[in-house]
């Protein structure tokens, strides 16, 4: 059951201990910027040599970092941007090779995607901010949480593949699978984000959003993107090891009729999280979109004082 949210509980917004990273080479790319009367305001920041697009709204005495899903934008929040802003400073990103960021090849996998989210925490002075990110935001996080206890306040994720053995429907199952990335480069990019896009079920998505999710996986950025997933394999078992010993407090939102991810990958990390809440919501994949106040009520109550009873 979801219930009715007060504000509440704040926290700090401060440097983090030094978090150090290694140069490697740059997937050169260009960065897009779509003009709209969104209350998002998108903007460039150079983090780890990359230019990450990110937004953020007013400051508050609690931060929240919001990923944005794949294979959309953080445009995906704009349903729910002026609700959170009430109640953080949110810094909204788009992950290197996701929305409109750069790219680098060896950031396409959940931990050091993890590793990254570590980063950005450091570039933008963050202290102990709440982080949220659905669908592949699931896994990076928990590898986050994994490696660098006590950075995150707390986390919200779901519809994110985690269990092991995988839990896909078909169609992903046909990318994680395939030999190689071949047979998906001569696929029109745009009808491919298209297709994927058909499973939003309710919510109609405003022309300025569509376009932003379109032109965000133009020419190669697409296919390339997929490494992501063709890494779960090799990623998920390792973060399985972790998962038990993640002392992060999780709220995981659920899909109940997710067609893509499992439901089940939910019901997985609920088992074996130490400190967790799950909730299933009446949505296929993309429950942020089609419920998305309820998901974002759920947010509101967990930012709230909800992680702090689990």
Request: glycine share 6%; charged share 25%.
């Amino acid at each position: 059951m979801v219930t009715k949210t007060n504000v509440g509980k704040v926290g700090e917004t401060h440097p983090h201990s030094s978090l150090r990273s290694k140069q490697r080479s740059l997937v050169k790319e260009p960065i897009m910027t779509i003009s709209t009367h969104s209350l998002i305001n998108t903007q460039v920041r150079k983090i780890d040599g990359l230019s990450i697009r990110y937004a953020e709204s007013d400051a508050r005495d609690v931060s929240a970092i919001l990923l944005s899903p794949w294979p959309e934008s953080l445009f995906t929040f704009e349903q729910m941007w002026s609700r959170l802003a009430e109640q953080a400073h949110l810094v909204a990103i788009d992950l290197p090779g996701f929305g409109h960021s750069e790219r680098r090849n060896d950031l396409l996998t959940s931990s050091a995607m993890g590793e990254f989210v570590a980063h950005v925490v450091e570039e933008f002075g963050l202290r102990r901010p709440h982080a949220v990110g659905p669908d592949i935001g699931t896994s990076a996080l928990l590898f986050t949480a994994a490696k660098h206890p006590g950075l995150l306040r707390s986390i919200v994720v779901g519809n994110g593949t985690a269990a092991v053995p995988i839990q896909i429907g078909s169609v992903l199952k046909d990318v994680v699978e395939a030999p190689s990335l071949d047979a998906f480069r001569n696929v029109d990019p745009r009808k491919s984000v298209e297709s994927v896009l058909a499973f939003v079920e309710r919510y109609k998505l405003p022309d300025h959003v569509r376009e932003d999710f379109l032109s965000s996986y133009e020419g190669d950025r697409f296919v390339e993107s997929l490494r992501f997933v063709r890494s779960y394999p090799a990623e998920l078992p390792v973060l399985d090891k972790l998962l038990p010993a993640i002392e992060t407090p999780v709220q995981i939102i659920t899909g109940d009729h997710d067609p893509g991810v499992l439901p089940v990958n939910g019901e997985y990390l609920h088992k074996r999280l130490p400190h967790n809440k799950s909730d299933m919501v009446d949505a296929g994949h993309f429950a942020w979109a089609d419920a998305a106040d309820e998901y974002a009520t759920l947010i509101i109550d967990w930012w709230n004082g909800g992680y702090e009873r689990v």
